[in-house]
């Protein structure tokens, strides 16, 4: 049982999942922090200075000053502040790693294209070879395709 494990342990495809999950982990506080110290903190200019961490409902009825003072308290809280700074966290990421898959799809070349060595017999549709004026299969007449 410990050679079965180790032999899937050790395969390329979870070494490469388990790196990317780690990367993945690194990036996503590298983008909580974008969030919250860049992006936040410019968007509350346009907000008058809203401090979205502090945007919250407490369900108890109290008013509390800020959402710490509302958990120091033990009130429950619906936390919408936090959920709309999620949303844009979202977004960002979203953004980012579809410039990055852009980026890497214009660093891969193209495949080359693979001219066709056989076509499909009209009559059976059977593969024969391209060059063909007969089919092998059902000796029907086949027309030679021209290139264009």
């Known amino acids: 049982m410990l050679k079965e494990f180790?032999?899937?342990a050790l395969k390329g495809s979870m070494i490469d999942l388990s790196i990317g999950i780690i990367i993945g982990g690194a990036f996503n506080t590298l983008v909580n922090s974008l969030v919250n110290d860049i992006f936040m903190p410019i968007l509350s200019i346009f907000?008058?200075?809203i401090n979205f961490n502090n945007l919250f409902i407490s369900l108890d009825g109290v008013k509390y000053e800020t959402l710490a003072a509302a958990q120091e308290a033990e009130a429950a809280t619906i936390n919408y502040g936090?959920?709309?700074s999620g949303i844009i966290n979202f977004v960002i990421m979203a953004f980012v790693v579809f410039l990055i898959v852009r980026w890497v799809n214009k660093l891969q070349k193209?495949?080359?294209k693979v001219e066709a060595t056989t076509k499909k017999c009209p009559h059976?549709?059977?593969d024969i070879d391209i060059k063909a004026t007969k089919c092998a299969f059902c000796?029907?007449?086949v027309a030679i395709e021209e290139k264009k």
């Open 6 to 8: 180790k032999k899937f």
């Open 47 to 49: 907000t008058n200075k």
């Open 82 to 84: 936090l959920f709309i």
């Open 110 to 112: 193209p495949e080359p």
């Open 124 to 126: 059976c549709l059977s």
């Open 139 to 141: 000796t029907s007449d």
